[in-house]
């Protein structure tokens, strides 16, 4: 299943991306495909070591492995840190 993200810009904006990449939507799809791989590298790395620390085997493609890893998202990552910090303080 595949995802569509989409953005608005102001004129100026836009004016701003046209003025510094050929193709503004070209452009915001490889910065966010770039940062993408850059995640799946991070996230596959980590199942990596640990499911192998864990006596267990790797198998899949990088997409398998990301779809399959127990992760959270920055969100929820977040509002855990915040509930955490809460509790500390009171």
Same mark, same amino acid.
């Not at 510094?20 to 495909?33: G, K, L, M, P």
């Given at each position: 299943?595949?995802?569509?993200?989409?953005?608005?810009?102001?004129?100026?904006?836009?004016?701003?991306?046209?003025?510094?990449?050929?193709? !503004?939507?070209?452009? *915001?799809? #490889?910065?966010?495909? #770039?940062?993408?791989?850059? !995640?799946?590298?991070?996230?596959?790395?980590?199942?990596?070591?640990?499911?192998?620390?864990?006596?267990? #085997?790797?198998?899949?493609?990088?997409?398998?492995?990301?779809? *399959?890893?127990?992760?959270?998202?920055?969100?929820?990552?977040?509002?855990?840190?915040?509930?955490?910090?809460?509790?500390?303080?009171?």
């Amino acid at each position: 299943m595949s995802k569509t993200i989409t953005i608005t810009l102001s004129d100026a904006e836009f004016k701003a991306l046209e003025f510094v990449a050929f193709s !503004a939507q070209e452009w *915001a799809e #490889n910065a966010v495909q #770039n940062r993408c791989r850059i !995640a799946i590298e991070q996230i596959v790395a980590e199942e990596v070591e640990r499911i192998t620390a864990s006596g267990g #085997n790797i198998s899949g493609t990088k997409e398998d492995i990301v779809n *399959a890893a127990p992760i959270k998202s920055a969100a929820e990552r977040q509002a855990e840190l915040e509930t955490q910090q809460a509790q500390q303080g009171a």
